[in-house]
């Protein structure tokens, strides 16, 4: 029952009835080259004693074999490192938010106050002097318990990107692996993408209004964070950008079918940009 | 023509619409054991709102292809037979299997609506194919899955004109896929399903 070779039988062939890791096994990895009356087919071959006992047993089967896949998909380290960017970025504008709102609030109180993390690390070490202080001290200290969190999960996503695409992270560096990733929706789907998709990744908005008409293409997308492209003259930040993500491509590629670190890449890509940057001096 | 089996005209919450018996999935509002089938998160419930035929009864085997959290199947699973729901992305599918785990008749599987060979072993022949899957290449998709359909069977179609190519003019993006469709399938309806559904073309289509 391999998907190279489709047969002729059903999903319970073979499978002992009450076995469910079997029954798991054959849903998640069988194929069938005809589709068949499977229901009669299973009580002709002593599966089931009637079609509802199969369909009891198809029930319990394929939530078992769906929840088991969820998990399994799930459990994969790049579904985590995508999981983590996101809470870490949700953490960070959080925090970010409630910082404004509580500098706004507490600058009606105290002509101090000022929108930074000093003064709110200050107000939540503070007595509360009444009700209102109170909730003011109260929010920093949530504000600065968000701030420690975010601390956290960076070491999180610095793991595990390592873990999962040592030779984007080596180039990218860990946040931006993990955004990469997320947007592609996962380091399979990352390593498929040309580099010209990779450009404008997280410029989706400014890539279809480019599409229909009218407005310029995007010159790059999340990539945009990298030194190498932030750190280039303006005028050149496209090639440099181009540059950058035919590299992230092949590190991509790299990370996914070998998974192992290749510093000779980066070298590359550090001489490339070099090239670009030099120019605007000639 | 009137509705199927199990599914009703019916008055909750001071709103007149669609029902269906079974367990609450989606925070739907309720009454007397009747959940509505919201018209804007389901494609299908427009059709049935609008007395398409569909086929969907309570005799009818279902293959679901497309069936994300489980909104719009559940609510097939309350009214059909044996119900399988397809769906591709796992996020969905940890929703979907909280909605099976409710309805006996509602077999989730985690597969590839492209590649129907991988659950040809579990999916037997089936009266309705509902397909909704918003990815390129939703008349392939139709056309692959016939295998499935009795003769005598229907499939009922949600295209999304985005899913195919967002820079093009919808009503061409349903004319490729319709055209598509029709080398294996008769089509017997096809309306949009605004307002509810933007650019989308609801469609309803028998085998040849």
Redesign the interface.
């Known amino acids: 029952?391999s998907?190279d070779n489709?047969?002729d039988?059903?999903?319970f062939a073979g499978v002992e009835p009450g076995d469910i890791d079997a029954g798991v096994t054959?849903?998640?990895e069988?194929?069938?080259?005809?589709?068949?009356?499977?229901?009669a087919r299973a009580v002709e071959s002593g599966f089931a004693a009637d079609e509802s006992e199969y369909?009891?047993r198809?029930?319990e089967t394929?939530?078992a074999?769906?929840?088991r896949?969820?998990t399994q998909?799930?459990g994969a380290d790049d579904?985590q490192l995508i999981h983590s960017i996101r809470a870490l970025d949700d953490c960070q504008r959080l925090a970010n938010e409630l910082t404004e709102r509580v500098a706004e609030w507490a600058g009606s109180r105290d002509s101090e106050a000022t929108v930074d993390s000093e003064y709110i690390e200050k107000l939540a070490a503070r007595e509360p002097t009444d009700p209102i202080d109170e909730r003011l001290v109260s929010l920093a200290s949530r504000i600065v318990g968000l701030r420690r969190e975010v601390q956290e999960i960076r070491t999180l996503v610095e793991q595990t990107a390592q873990s999962v695409a040592p030779n984007l992270t080596a180039m990218a560096g860990p946040e931006l692996t993990a955004r990469l990733i997320a947007l592609a929706g996962g380091l399979a789907e990352l390593a498929r993408k040309p580099a010209g998709t990779i450009q404008v990744l997280g410029a989706e908005d400014a890539l279809?209004a480019h599409?229909?008409g009218g407005a310029p293409s995007p010159k790059h997308g999340v990539i945009f964070t990298h030194e190498y492209v932030r750190g280039t003259a303006p005028a050149d930040r496209g090639s440099a950008a181009r540059a950058l993500s035919g590299k992230l491509a092949i590190a991509a590629r790299i990370d996914h079918y070998s998974g192992e670190y290749r510093p000779e890449i980066e070298a590359e890509l550090e001489e490339r940009i070099e090239r670009i940057r030099a120019r605007d001096e000639s | 023509m009137s509705l199927p089996e199990g599914v009703q005209r019916r008055e909750i919450d001071g709103d007149e619409g669609l029902a269906t018996r079974g367990e609450p999935v989606y925070g739907e509002p309720t009454e007397d054991g009747w959940r509505r089938w919201d018209r804007s998160r389901s494609k299908l419930a427009v059709l049935l709102g609008r007395d398409v035929e569909t086929g969907l009864n309570a005799e009818s085997t279902v293959l679901y292809l497309g069936a994300a959290s489980g909104t719009t199947v559940s609510h097939v699973a309350d009214v059909a037979g044996p119900t399988y729901a397809v769906e591709f992305a796992p996020r969905p599918m940890r929703d979907l299997v909280g909605v099976a785990e409710a309805r006996p008749n509602l077999f989730p599987l985690l597969k590839d609506a492209r590649t129907p060979e991988r659950y040809a072993h579990v999916v037997e022949p089936v009266d309705l194919i509902v397909q909704d899957v918003a990815i390129r290449g939703q008349g392939e998709v139709a056309v692959a899955n016939k295998q499935f359909l009795r003769a005598d069977g229907r499939l009922v179609l949600a295209i999304k004109a985005r899913s195919e190519d967002v820079t093009r003019d919808p009503d061409e993006v349903f004319d490729d896929v319709l055209e598509t469709i029709e080398a294996e399938y008769e089509i017997r309806y096809t309306d949009g399903l605004e307002p509810f559904h933007e650019d989308h073309l609801g469609v309803v289509a028998e085998p040849k």
């Open positions: 029952m998907e489709p047969t039988q059903g999903w054959a849903i998640q069988g194929s069938a080259s005809t589709v068949q009356d499977w229901p369909y009891e198809l029930h394929t939530v074999a769906s929840r896949a969820v998909r799930e579904q279809f599409l229909r």
